[in-house]
Each structure stands twice: as C-alpha cells, then as structure tokens.
C-alpha cells in the first residue's frame, strides 16, 4: 500500500510507497528539486520553473501505469511474483534516470561541458559504493524485501539497457520509441510553459500500447495495437512542434549559447567533475551556478561577460537564420556564409545549430502494430503516412549582440542569401 501520495498537475496524484520515499528522501534525488527541467527557458515562457524532481516521478507514474495496461490488455504470462518485482524495477529505474543530470539540465551539457552523457553518470551514482552518491544504493539495499531483492545494478540495467531477456522490455517503457519519458515531459513542459504544443492523448496512447513477441528469442516487444496509431502521430506531432516552438526557440537557444560559455569560465578544467568524483559533481546544481554568475558577472573576462548578459536578459538576437527545413543547397549557403561572418565578425557573433528529428525515425519505423491476434505484427510506417512526412528540424542562426544585429544583417544580405 502506498504510504504517500503527491499531488501532481499533470497525472494527479502519484501513490508512492514506504521504501521509495526512503530513496526520494536521498540527498542526490533532493538535488533533483534545484535543477530546471528547461534550463533558462523561464526567461522566454516565465512559468517553465519547473524541476527534475516533478518529471522523475511523472515518469515513474506514466511507465506504471502503461506497464498495468500493456499487461491488463494482453497477459505477458508472468507470475504474481514476477510482474510485482518487474514493476518495481521499472518504477525505480524510472524515479532515477534523471539523477545524473548537470545544473540546468541538457542545456548545461553542451559544448563538452559534461566528460560523459547524464545517463553514465545515473548509472554511476545509483551503483556508487562511497560517499554521499552511495545513498541510493543503501536504500536499495536495505529495503530489499520491499523491492523483492532487487540490487543497484539491476536498476542500472534498466536504465542503461544494456542486458538480454525481460530488461529491454522494461527500458522500452521508460525510454524507447513510444515511451513514458517523453510522453510526461511533452505534457510537464507543455504546461509550465502556458502553451498548447504538447498535447497529445495520452490516455488512449497508454490503453492501445501493447506487446508482441520479438522475432527470436520470444521475449516481449513494446508494440502499439492498430486502433492506437493516430495516438501515436498525435505524439510525434506534439514532440514536432515542442521543439520548433519551445525548445529552439531563438530566444532560448541564446540563452543556452550564454550559459554554456559562462560556465566555461566558471569550471575548473572547463567542465564538471567526472564520474570518479560523484560527490563533487553532486555539489552542482542550478543554485550554485546561478550564485557564481553573479560573482564573474561583469568581470571583463568571456564568461563574465556571459554571465552578466544572462542576469541582465540582454541575450544575443538573430541576424541570420534558415527556416526549419532548409534544402541541401542552403546548408551549403550557410556554410560558406560562416566562414565570411566569422572572418569579418570574429568572435563577436555565435552560430547556431539546431538539429533533431521529431522521433528517432530509423526505429520507430519499425514498431511493432498489432492487428488481430495471431496476425504477425506490420510496423508503423506501413500504417502512418504522417510518420515518413516529418522531416528532421535543422535549424541555422547567426546570433549577435543587440548593438551589432544591424550590421551583420546587413553584411549577410550582401552575400546575396536570403535572409528570414
């Protein structure tokens, strides 16, 4: 029985039991409060204040409850036993895959801030043996009956998905292609940012998601049943345009460039603290970098300068950008164009690139759709002529400061490109 409930906007109230709270309680997953989930975007949207800590649990919420639906809709054949323990382990998987994030999340990661990806750094702290990091496991450890024996590694597993057997299925859940991951932080950001864009039907995603058995090995493949396809465009739509609205907005990609060079200057090294020092890297938090932009701001140095424009919201502007789909031939106009700016500009301007792909479309091509039972499966792109639409966003911008915008505009335009 769960011994707390928390109140939460998007899923309502999220039952947690005695033992995860013990783990919530953790200094690492209380660290989780102090780091943005959008980094700097409050500047742009005001109500994106929300946090790591909220989305852990939406997604521990959300990979739960697709877990009982998949299993409700087609019994996976697993005991009593077994799906208690698997559930567990998605559950505690999902409340941890986030705890190795940096300061302000993704946005200060770039720029090889980050000596290894946040996910290695999860693995590291959930299996850490020392320090202030070995929280976690202890209270792993010593709840081993509440979570069915379950060991640090396990969770790890999950989250890395690295091993064979049932493991995949759950990593699937948490983080594949249709998975609760991104299904809450679409809705979580959708609404501190007071816009619409991420919406999606999330309850009949979660009703039509399935299982099919792989090809070899008869493992379970999360799968989507044929009535659940255009749940599952809805989503990709909303990923779409989250990304062109939210988070690459030009606004907010400024404000990413700045804090990534400021926190060049702030680092020793000039990035966080590896894997091998995780209680030094847990020292970090938004908190910490905030309080150290104040104290350069204004120093004369390149981060100073950084970090003043932040606390001043005085960001770079565009002078130059391609729209979200550009042809091969503009990408090669915007190549040659950066070598003419930067020679003209030096480092007075920044370029950014804004790359991604509404959905990892080489796999989510190849998810499974189930039609009638006994049928072998088709896959999505058979089924969804939206799917193959969707063209990857590649964004290209010149950002420059304020008093300089006018100039290499105008420089841009005599290079005869089109400027948007």
Request: with cysteine; proline share 4%; net charge negative.
């Given at each position: 029985?769960?011994?707390?409930?928390?109140?939460?906007?998007?899923?309502?109230?999220?039952?947690?039991?005695?033992?995860?709270?013990?783990?919530?309680?953790?200094?690492?997953?209380?660290?989780?409060?102090?780091?943005?989930?959008?980094?700097?975007?409050?500047?742009?949207?005001?109500?994106?204040?929300?946090?790591?800590?909220?989305?852990?649990?939406?997604?521990?919420?959300?990979?739960?409850?697709?877990?009982?639906?998949?299993?409700?809709?087609?019994?996976?054949?697993?005991?009593?036993?077994?799906?208690?323990?698997?559930?567990?382990?998605?559950?505690?998987?999902?409340?941890?895959?986030?705890?190795?994030?940096?300061?302000?999340?993704?946005?200060?990661?770039?720029?090889?801030?980050?000596?290894?990806?946040?996910?290695?750094?999860?693995?590291?702290?959930?299996?850490?043996?020392?320090?202030?990091?070995?929280?976690?496991?202890?209270?792993?450890?010593?709840?081993?009956?509440?979570?069915?024996?379950?060991?640090?590694?396990?969770?790890?597993?999950?989250?890395?998905?690295?091993?064979?057997?049932?493991?995949?299925?759950?990593?699937?859940?948490?983080?594949?292609?249709?998975?609760?991951?991104?299904?809450?932080?679409?809705?979580?950001?959708?609404?501190?940012?007071?816009?619409?864009?991420?919406?999606?039907?999330?309850?009949?995603?979660?009703?039509?998601?399935?299982?099919?058995?792989?090809?070899?090995?008869?493992?379970?493949?999360?799968?989507?049943?044929?009535?659940?396809?255009?749940?599952?465009?809805?989503?990709?739509?909303?990923?779409?345009?989250?990304?062109?609205?939210?988070?690459?907005?030009?606004?907010?990609?400024?404000?990413?460039?700045?804090?990534?060079?400021?926190?060049?200057?702030?680092?020793?090294?000039?990035?966080?603290?590896?894997?091998?020092?995780?209680?030094?890297?847990?020292?970090?938090?938004?908190?910490?970098?905030?309080?150290?932009?104040?104290?350069?701001?204004?120093?004369?140095?390149?981060?100073?300068?950084?970090?003043?424009?932040?606390?001043?919201?005085?960001?770079?502007?565009?002078?130059?950008?391609?729209?979200?789909?550009?042809?091969?031939?503009?990408?090669?106009?915007?190549?040659?164009?950066?070598?003419?700016?930067?020679?003209?500009?030096?480092?007075?301007?920044?370029?950014?690139?804004?790359?991604?792909?509404?959905?990892?479309?080489?796999?989510?091509?190849?998810?499974?759709?189930?039609?009638?039972?006994?049928?072998?499966?088709?896959?999505?792109?058979?089924?969804s002529a939206l799917i193959n639409r969707l063209e990857e966003i590649r964004?290209?911008?010149?950002?420059?400061?304020?008093?300089?915008?006018?100039?290499?505009?105008?420089?841009?335009?005599?290079?005869?490109?089109?400027?948007?």
């Open positions: 029985m769960p011994s707390r409930s928390f109140r939460d906007p998007i899923h309502g109230f999220i039952p947690v039991n005695k033992a995860e709270c013990q783990l919530l309680d953790t200094a690492p997953f209380q660290r989780l409060r102090f780091i943005r989930q959008l980094a700097l975007t409050n500047l742009v949207y005001h109500g994106a204040e929300h946090t790591r800590f909220g989305h852990s649990l939406g997604v521990m919420h959300q990979a739960s409850e697709t877990l009982k639906s998949v299993n409700e809709g087609k019994n996976l054949g697993w005991s009593d036993e077994d799906f208690n323990r698997r559930m567990q382990l998605l559950r505690l998987a999902s409340l941890c895959h986030d705890v190795g994030h940096s300061p302000f999340s993704h946005a200060g990661e770039e720029g090889g801030l980050m000596p290894q990806n946040h996910e290695d750094y999860s693995v590291a702290i959930i299996t850490a043996q020392t320090g202030r990091a070995s929280e976690i496991r202890q209270v792993i450890e010593e709840n081993e009956d509440a979570f069915y024996g379950i060991t640090p590694e396990e969770v790890a597993d999950v989250i890395s998905g690295q091993t064979l057997g049932q493991i995949p299925f759950l990593t699937e859940i948490m983080s594949g292609d249709l998975d609760s991951d991104r299904t809450d932080y679409l809705q979580r950001d959708s609404l501190y940012c007071g816009v619409r864009y991420g919406r999606f039907d999330n309850e009949r995603l979660i009703k039509t998601l399935t299982w099919t058995e792989e090809v070899t090995g008869g493992n379970p493949v999360l799968a989507i049943d044929e009535d659940g396809v255009h749940a599952a465009e809805g989503l990709l739509l909303a990923r779409y345009f989250m990304f062109t609205q939210v988070y690459f907005h030009r606004v907010r990609r400024a404000y990413d460039y700045h804090l990534s060079q400021a926190l060049g200057g702030i680092l020793q090294q000039g990035n966080y603290p590896d894997s091998d020092h995780l209680d030094e890297y847990l020292e970090w938090d938004d908190l910490r970098v905030l309080g150290a932009l104040r104290e350069i701001a204004g120093d004369n140095s390149v981060a100073g300068n950084h970090a003043a424009r932040i606390l001043r919201r005085d960001h770079y502007r565009v002078a130059y950008s391609t729209n979200e789909h550009p042809s091969s031939a503009q990408l090669s106009r915007w190549n040659q164009l950066c070598t003419r700016v930067e020679e003209r500009f030096d480092d007075d301007v920044a370029f950014d690139t804004a790359d991604k792909l509404p959905h990892e479309l080489s796999s989510l091509r190849d998810f499974p759709v189930v039609k009638e039972p006994g049928d072998a499966p088709t896959f999505l792109e058979e089924e964004v290209r911008r010149i950002l420059a400061p304020k008093g300089l915008k006018s100039d290499v505009r105008e420089f841009c335009r005599q290079q005869n490109l089109n400027v948007n």
